[in-house]
């Protein structure tokens, strides 16, 4: 578990992350509206990324991000409306590949799919505080 007190803090957290990254990697992140998941995804993607690419997939459930040595694909899930829907985004085809996939909303995902193979970071971002930019992380 880690308090993270501001912005700054946030970066530097994600920054110390990517230098632990090995690929294939999954990282699932759970919080509420607002927690900061896209925000965790830009700074850790800016990380490995010359381009500041990361933004929340808005028409479609996936963005790719290119320009790492690994493909870096950005799901959000919060509009996902059923399974059907991701089998056709070719969810479950991006597992096929090496590649860091990055999953907001993951909580609605069977987890039994999931392959265990992955190399996983849970990470659950909480806003716990009245002060603005002050997070909890607990990651597993
Ligand atoms: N320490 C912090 N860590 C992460 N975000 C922070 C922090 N302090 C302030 N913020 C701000 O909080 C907001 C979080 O919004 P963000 O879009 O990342 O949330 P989200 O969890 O992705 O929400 P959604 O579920 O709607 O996708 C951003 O404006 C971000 O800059
Ligand atoms: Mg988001």
Known sequence: MEQILSLQEMKEFCFK??????VPHLITL???LGAGKTQFTQFL????LKEHQAHSPTFSLINE????KFPI??????RLENAKDLESSGFWD???EEALIIIEWSNLLDEKFIPKSWPRWHIKIEHIDTIADKRKITMS
């Open 73 to 78: 694909y950005h799901v959000d899930l919060y």
């Open 65 to 68: 991000y290119s320009g790492w």
């Open 94 to 96: 991006l597992f096929d």
């Open 30 to 32: 759970e919080g509420e």
């Open 17 to 22: 992350l990517t230098q632990k990254l090995t």
């Open 45 to 48: 993607t800016s990380g490995l």
